[in-house]
């Protein structure tokens, strides 16, 4: 398990270090901003959350890199400015930054990036935000009502942000919504009144290191929704949601060293096939550890942790008595370090410890 982890933790580092190719301008936004719309360039002439909308909306262009300083911002409306496309060397940027930087433009660096609360946050209440494509989101806490509150163009990456759906009713709905080719990592997604859901991926995304808790309500409450193909989803810890990962009749993707915990049913797929499960820990399980509406062919359980005596029923719909049985798995306590402060690390004598399939 090791030499997957310190390739993924590579590729992780990689992404964090990624600069943000050609810039254009430099955009400062705070939300006590004087600035108009052909200001910002400085703190002093900083722009506000209704000249931010404007600008995305009429003025934006690739390069341009949006430094959001911590607060509250509430937009008036939805946010759509999909047509305004960055590119794959000029990506439009979103970076949170604390409420205490001095530093501008060009001077500011990863030592100004907003962590946990210090993140700004975008209230959008009912409203949607609507990226275009080539965008990159980091360092910004987004909660809102309605579905598919944050919705992203093709090929965008969004990096250590905090998601926060609260639709208030029995019915799934997306903090986050992603198209083709983008990729989410170290991201917090939480429902704080139980009805909201995670997010809903596109195809051939990468959703990495993620935290999915807290979503608990018997129809909504899902983690991650694989809305399409080849995705690969890793290294996520899903905890006390309805459903972990849910796919219906998508195919062709990779679950690979999540964990998790409490879940009503951790991985719930209808008719999918050419789905790769390998090196999860399934840990009390409310009804199914993973469910299939119908077995189909070519996948593969490799290695995952588990078993009936901590999860209701561990294999749901898996034909277990074929080549397709996951004979590899372990069973047991797993032995998380501390699973009620959400501590998911291992002690020393887990059965999970040293038994995953090593990465060449």
Not at 3 to 23: D, H, P
Not at 81 to 109: H, L, M, Q, V, Y
Not at 132 to 159: E, F, H, K, L
């Amino acid at each position: 398990m090791k030499g997957i982890a310190m390739k993924l933790l590579f590729v992780l580092f990689a992404i964090v270090q990624l600069s943000y190719g050609a810039i254009n301008k430099y955009w400062h936004v705070a939300s006590d901003g004087t600035g108009n719309t052909t200001e910002g360039t400085t703190w002093a002439t900083a722009i506000n959350c209704d000249s931010l909308m404007h600008i995305l909306v009429n003025d934006v262009v690739a390069g341009d890199v949006f430094y959001i300083k911590s607060g509250t911002y509430t937009p008036s409306g939805s946010i759509d400015f999909s047509a305004r496309d960055g590119s794959a060397i000029s990506p439009i940027a979103f970076i949170g930054i604390k409420a205490t930087t001095t530093n501008e433009g060009s001077a500011i660096d990863s030592t100004d990036w907003a962590h946990t609360t210090e993140r700004p946050l975008l209230a959008l209440g009912t409203n949607n935000y609507l990226t275009s494509d080539y965008c990159r989101t980091r360092n910004i806490s987004i909660q809102g009502t309605t579905a598919n509150n944050y919705y992203c163009g093709s090929y965008n990456t969004v990096i250590c942000c905090k998601f926060d759906n609260n639709y208030g009713s029995a019915a799934a709905r997306y903090g986050l919504r992603t198209s083709t080719g983008c990729i989410v990592i170290g991201c917090e997604f939480v429902s704080s009144g139980g009805y909201g859901s995670g997010l809903n991926t596109g195809g051939s995304n990468r959703v990495l290191f993620n935290y999915f808790h807290d979503m608990v309500d018997g129809t909504a409450g899902v983690g991650v929704n694989v809305g399409s193909t080849v995705n690969t989803i890793a290294f996520n810890k899903f905890v006390k949601c309805r459903i972990g990962i849910t796919s219906a009749a998508q195919s062709n993707s990779t679950y690979i060293n999540n964990t998790f915990f409490a879940c009503t049913t951790s991985i719930n797929a209808t008719t999918d096939y050419g789905v790769c499960v390998i090196n999860n820990i399934l840990d009390s399980s409310k009804t199914d550890g993973m469910k299939w509406g119908t077995q189909t062919d070519a996948n593969i359980y490799m290695k995952n942790h588990g078993a009936d005596a901590r999860n209701n029923d561990m294999w749901d719909g898996v034909d277990e008595s074929t080549c397709f049985k996951d004979y590899s798995a372990t069973t047991g306590d797993p032995l998380f370090t501390n699973s009620g402060s959400y501590d998911f690390s291992l002690q020393a004598g887990s059965p999970c410890l040293n038994t995953g399939i090593e990465a060449p």
